[in-house]
């Protein structure tokens, strides 16, 4: 599964008005409830890519990538979190 990841990432920004539209839909699958995909979805540098096309998409890209960048929206808030903790600690 998560090798499927870069390729659908680059379809979000070089694929065609379809593709782009599965790759989106094909990242929230792999999302769901899937903690290590969410994390390498993220590490993969989705985020840019889904902003995007929830902005300059098709109408039903623009969802499917809404509906993506809120599932990971979770994982975002952990991550981000745990990196100001692991920067606290190592500055004490």
Not at 63 to 70: G, H, Q
Request: aromatic share 2%.
């Amino acid at each position: 599964e998560a090798g499927a990841i870069p390729p659908l990432i680059n379809l979000l920004t070089s694929g065609t008005t379809d593709a782009k539209e599965n790759a989106a839909d094909a990242l929230w699958n792999l999302a769901v409830d899937d903690d290590k995909n969410q994390v390498a979805i993220l590490e993969a540098g989705a985020i840019s890519p889904l902003v995007n096309l929830a902005f300059s998409g098709s109408d039903i890209a623009k969802e499917k990538a809404a509906a993506t960048l809120k599932l990971l929206s979770k994982k975002i808030d952990e991550t981000l979190s745990s990196r100001k903790r692991k920067r606290h600690s190592s500055s004490i």
